[in-house]
């Protein structure tokens, strides 16, 4: 019973709810989200995202550079998990104009 509902926390009520901003996710919602959208690499680095408590607010600033200094020395893998989270960035960058844009909707209603 407990475990349904913190396994629910995460997840929007209905399908127009906004999921949980990316700067508020713990370190296990770093690891849902690494082993659902870099699920090739999700075994060969996982434990390093965990070591360095990699958190929403911190994978929102990881850049090659620091995925090089986590020690994902692959370059493949390394461009890779850059891409997905170059998208994550991308979508709360959206997520954010979208609630902006509607607040200033709201305030000259």
């Not at 913190?6 to 690494?34: C, E, F, G, I």
């Not at 390394?78 to 959206?94: A, F, N, Q």
């Amino acid at each position: 019973m407990v475990e349904e509902s913190v396994n629910s926390y995460n997840k929007p009520k209905n399908k127009t709810a906004r999921p949980r901003p990316v700067y508020l996710w713990n370190v296990l919602d770093v690891q849902k989200w690494l082993r659902r959208h870099c699920s090739d690499y999700y075994q060969l680095y996982h434990e390093k995202f965990l070591y360095h408590d990699i958190t929403g607010r911190a994978l929102l600033r990881v850049n090659e550079n620091i995925l090089l200094r986590l020690g994902i020395v692959n370059e493949e893998h390394r461009s890779d998990i850059w891409r997905e989270i170059m998208k994550l960035r991308l979508k709360t960058d959206i997520l954010e104009i979208r609630d902006i844009e509607r607040r200033n909707n709201t305030n000259y209603d």
